[in-house]
């Protein structure tokens, strides 16, 4: 098999717009879990209960979407069911003296509980849940850009959770590096004590952190129920609160890398549903990959982290001799 | 401990231990209040389902077989997280954990021939061995990376499942057509109640690998209680700094509570796999590392008090599973429940006021020394 064979095959099946198309659609729950993720981590708080908080939205959504006809009545009733939980979650782990782990731990198992039981108790059915009634978000045709050959396939015709999640990460950037708020989020991550000695307040840094991280998660749950496949599944979350958490490690914490590196993981599912259905490789070692990717980066990076402080810490000694 | 009287030690910790009664009594029974108010909302009688609860998982005879069924398993995996959480190692792959130490008892089970008395403990053995095997990952990449352990093991506890699955469904497959591996041989099964006596726990698979989860919970009572080791996990799980201060090696207690807590994971699994299933079918028991969590949570993060803990929990799921056949009502209420107490118990601050009653005011202090007394 000559070159031109292999590229074109990789073109056909691996990097054709269909499949681009899905690694975006994929990526935007990751991205918006990522973020969730991202932020309590900058403010030096360990948050796992994103799963729980994203399930939680998923239902919200559907439920304000299924009274109201409305995506947007949806939207905003999973925002505030983000601010509730998150602001739940905050005021007994950080007020409260919670462990935030066992808080999350917590949150996360009662989200699963209580969704299904809200199913069955508001829906009255069992599963799964999809209606006439339950009104999702439409494509969006971007005027200008959907008329240009290629790029116009890619950028247009999304759902609006989908552009409000770019530009969410574009926000981030902007907050946490060119304002003085974001200046004081990662001063709290860094060194929580020198940042109280600064006079900024630790405390209400981190709660807010935690509110805004509820609204990341409401919205990828408002992505899964509303933005692409319209209708609520018990679970639907599946892990893409971890999978968030392993993302904005593996981006070291970064808004621009967890973009990234969610496109990696959700071109990732996208390639491994197409083998999946062709029966080519089992599925099972697919969905493991964003974890072992994780492991193996934190791994890597951690390696040479230590490599450059220990090559630092030599060439200073090498250069301490002659004086 | 040796000049002080059982009389005086009473005295003296009395305060503390009345405080914390208190506390987690307050917390049952407004998490019980506010789960009343969701049960009227949709239209339940709590009363009459709380009374129901009762009665089927402890009150009536096949209630009680179904509790121990349930709570087998729970018990390992909550003392599995107490352990760890008092040792301060977050194990949260503990459900991780549980499965691969299942699907190393199945293999061990059907693939090996040998007399039972061999067999069996050789299967148990290398369900231990399979999860501290599997929480070896995460202790590795925190002793030589320093890696936080909680997000490795969230990460490890979704590799297992998949790979799990992945076994169950290619290479162990028994039949072409069902995800699950052939059964284990007789010889490495634990016997149900209902082999030794056909009335006893008729309709249930309750098995005498209870009596392993009731060993675990004394031997490591023990162990904490009683030992070098336990002392040092636990002057570990109180203050890190303070204990490497004292000469701990703060290295061999991490890879210790890690391993072992991952270990009774793992053999958790493996009484379920030989007690219950006798095979292993895809995906039987999600879930059952994180009600461990929570059960050693609502224990109070001690031993005991988690083997409790988890027969409750075990208690509330049979009652739950009674309610949902006769009165409709969703299962998952009892976890919504549980999950209110274990909010306001893991909330100490809201519990501030009670140390303004007089004999809780010394709370504080005491609770320090009484943790360290041997």
Known sequence: MDFEVITDILMRYVFNIANMQGMLRLATPIVLAGLCALITDRAGILNIAGEGMILFGAWTAVAGSYFYHSPIVGLMAAIASGLIVSGLFALFSLKFRANIIVMGIAINIFATSSTIFLTRAVFKVAGSFSSPDLIGFYPIQIPLIKDIPILGELLSGYTFPVYLTWLLVFLTWVFLYRTPWGLHLRAVGENPQAAETLGINVGMIRFLAVMASGVFAALAGVYLSLGDLIGYTDQMSAGRGFIGMAVNTFAGGAPVGVFLSSLLFGFIDKIGGRLQAENIFPIYFINMLPYLITLLALTYFTIRKTRMARAKVAKIKHEKVPA | ?374
């Open chain 2, 1 to 374: 401990m040796t000049a002080t009287t059982f009389s005086a030690r009473l005295k003296r910790n009395l305060p503390g231990t009345l405080n914390r009664t208190l506390t987690v009594l307050l917390s049952i029974l407004l998490g019980v209040l506010v789960g009343s108010l969701i049960m009227i909302y949709y239209g339940f009688d709590p009363i009459q389902i709380y009374s129901s609860l009762l009665q089927g998982a402890f009150l009536s005879e096949k209630g009680r077989f179904v509790t121990i069924q349930r709570a087998t398993p729970l018990i390992f995996t909550a003392i599995a997280s107490a352990l760890a959480f008092r040792t301060g190692v977050f194990n949260v792959g503990v459900e991780g954990q549980f499965f691969i130490g299942a699907i190393t008892a199945t293999y061990i089970g059907y693939a090996v021939k040998l007399p039972m008395i061999i067999h069996l403990p050789l299967t148990l053995f290398f369900g231990f061995l399979g999860g501290a095997a599997w929480a070896y990952i995460p202790t590795l990449m925190r002793q030589k990376l320093g890696v936080s352990e909680i997000i490795t093991t969230i990460m490890t506890n979704y590799i297992a499942t998949n790979l799990v699955s992945y076994l169950c469904n290619y290479p162990m497959k028994a039949k072409p057509t069902v995800a699950e591996t052939p059964f284990v041989q007789p010889t490495a099964t634990l016997p149900q109640f209902i082999d030794f006596n056909p009335q006893l726990g008729r309709g249930t698979q309750a098995n005498v690998g209870i009596f392993i989860a009731i060993a675990v919970v004394i031997i490591m009572w023990y162990v904490f209680k009683r030992t070098k080791v336990g002392y040092e996990w636990r002057l570990v799980g109180l203050s890190s700094a303070f204990s490497e201060f004292s000469g701990i090696n703060l290295t061999r207690t991490f890879i210790g509570g890690m391993l072992v807590s991952g270990g009774i994971a793992g053999l958790g699994g493996a009484v379920e796999i030989l007690g219950v299933w006798r095979r292993y079918k895809d995906l039987f028991a999600l879930g059952f590392g994180f009600k461990g969590n929570l059960a050693a949570l609502l224990g109070g993060q001690t031993i005991l008090g988690s083997g409790f803990a988890a027969l409750f929990y075990g208690g509330m799921e049979s009652g739950a599973l009674d309610l949902s056949f006769t009165m409709g009502v969703p299962r998952q209420l009892i976890d919504i429940v549980v999950g209110m107490i274990i909010f306001f118990m893991a909330a100490e601050g809201i519990w501030d006021f009670t140390k303004k009653i007089k004999w809780a005011r010394d709370e504080q202090v005491r609770r320090t020394t009484e943790n360290l007394e041997v």
